[in-house]
């Protein structure tokens, strides 16, 4: 049983950091793509970056220069180091993990306020 489990969420201050952790675990099979998805209220989940197991890496243009994606491939753990926040990065962040047979997995979701 695929299981992922996020952490890292939280509020924090516009201009501040954060970084978000998701690590899979519960199959036999390798991981092929790695990403973040956010999801603001009334508004569509939308992707926020991808990084590929040969870790080519792309970003939304909103949150290109200010994010970071990675991945350790030994731990199957993503992370996502979000710089410089904006009260418009306010969403739940949501990891999604793609294994080479083509299955999909869904984190169950970090909520990510930035607020003063």
């Known amino acids: 049983q695929v299981q992922l489990v996020e952490s890292g969420g939280g509020l924090v201050q516009p201009g501040g950091s954060l970084r978000l952790s998701c690590a899979a675990s519960?199959?036999?099979?390798?991981?092929?793509?790695m990403g973040w998805y956010r999801q603001a209220p009334g508004k569509q989940r939308e992707l926020v970056a991808a990084?590929?197991?040969?870790?080519?890496?792309n970003y939304a243009d909103s949150v290109k220069g200010r994010f970071t994606i990675s991945r350790d491939n030994a731990k199957n753990t993503v992370y996502l180091q979000m710089n410089s926040l904006k009260p418009e990065d306010t969403a739940v962040y949501y990891c999604?993990?793609?294994?080479?047979?083509?299955?999909?997995?869904w984190g169950q979701g970090t909520q990510v306020t930035v607020s003063s």
């Open positions: 999604r993990v793609v294994f080479n047979m083509g299955l999909i997995y």
């Open positions: 519960g199959s036999a099979f390798s991981i092929d793509r």
């Open positions: 990084i590929t197991s040969g870790r080519s890496t």
